[in-house]
C-alpha cells in the first residue's frame, strides 16, 4: 500500500456504542486504495478507547488505524468542536494528507463515497444523510444540508431534491459525511455558532467558508444511513 492521501477522521463517544460493529463493517467496506482512519474518542471513560482499539484491529486489518483520546469537556458543542480540532491540527501536521473525510460513527456510506465525493469537484463536499429537524414548532426528517436563499440565509432541502444523483452547490452541510480539502482546513478551525450548547459548529465552519469563497457541494449520489438507537434513517432510492 502506498502513502495515503486521504485521513478519515471520526469523533465519537461511548453513547454510539450500540452501533459500533454496523459502522465498522460500513468504514471496512469503502473502497478507496490510500487511507488512513483517525478515531477521537471524547467519552467520559478510558474503557471506550480500549473497545475501539480491539474492535478495529480486527474489522479494520486493512488500513492504519490510530485511536485518540481527547479532552473532556463540560458541554456535547465543546467536545465536538474539540475533536475536531484535534483531528484538524493532525491532519495538518501529516502534509501527505490532501483531504480530509469526517465520518460520524453513527453514519453508513456507500462504498464508493470518497471517490464520488471527489468528483464533486468542490472544496467541501458532501454526502446525503437524514436528520430530524425542527422546523417551526414541529420535527421533519430531512436531508442535513441547507442551499442559498436570499441575503446569504439558508433554506432546507426537500427529500425531492436529493432523489436524482446530482451534485448541487449548497451553503451549509452537516459534518457526518464530508469530504474537506487542505487548503480549507489550513484557513479554518473550528467553533462554535452563537451560543448553541448541543450543535452549530457545521454552519460555523461552512460559513466561514463560504466568506473566504470555497466552493460547497452536495453529491446527492452519496447517499447514506444514519443510524439512530431505535430506528435507521435511509435516504429513498434514486430515480436516476
Known sequence: MGIATILICCPTHDGQSYCLERFLKG???????????????????????????EKAATALSSMNVLVVRDSICDSRIARII??????R???????????????????IPPKEVIVQLLSADADIASGIYLSNQKIG?????????????????AATVTLKEVEINSIMDI????LGCCLIKRNVLEQIPFRPYSDSKT????????LDA?????????????KCAHMGKKAMLVVGPSSA
Open 82 to 87: 474539540s475533536s475536531r480540532n484535534l483531528v
Open 171 to 174: 451553503l451549509i452541510c452537516g
Open 137 to 153: 414548532d414541529a420535527f421533519k426528517v430531512l436531508p442535513a444540508i441547507y442551499k442559498k436563499h436570499n441575503d446569504d440565509s
Open 27 to 53: 468504514l471496512a467496506g469503502i473502497s478507496y486504495p490510500s487511507c488512513d482512519v483517525l478515531f477521537a474518542d471524547n467519552s467520559g471513560e478510558e474503557s471506550y478507547s480500549k473497545r475501539l482499539r
Open 199 to 206: 450543535g452549530g459548529e457545521d454552519v460555523a465552519f461552512c
Open 89 to 107: 491540527g493532525h491532519f495538518l501536521r501529516n502534509r501527505q494528507y490532501t483531504s480530509l473525510f469526517f465520518l460520524d460513527t453513527d453514519i
Open 210 to 222: 463560504h466568506k473566504k469563497g470555497f466552493a460547497i457541494r452536495a453529491h446527492c449520489g452519496v
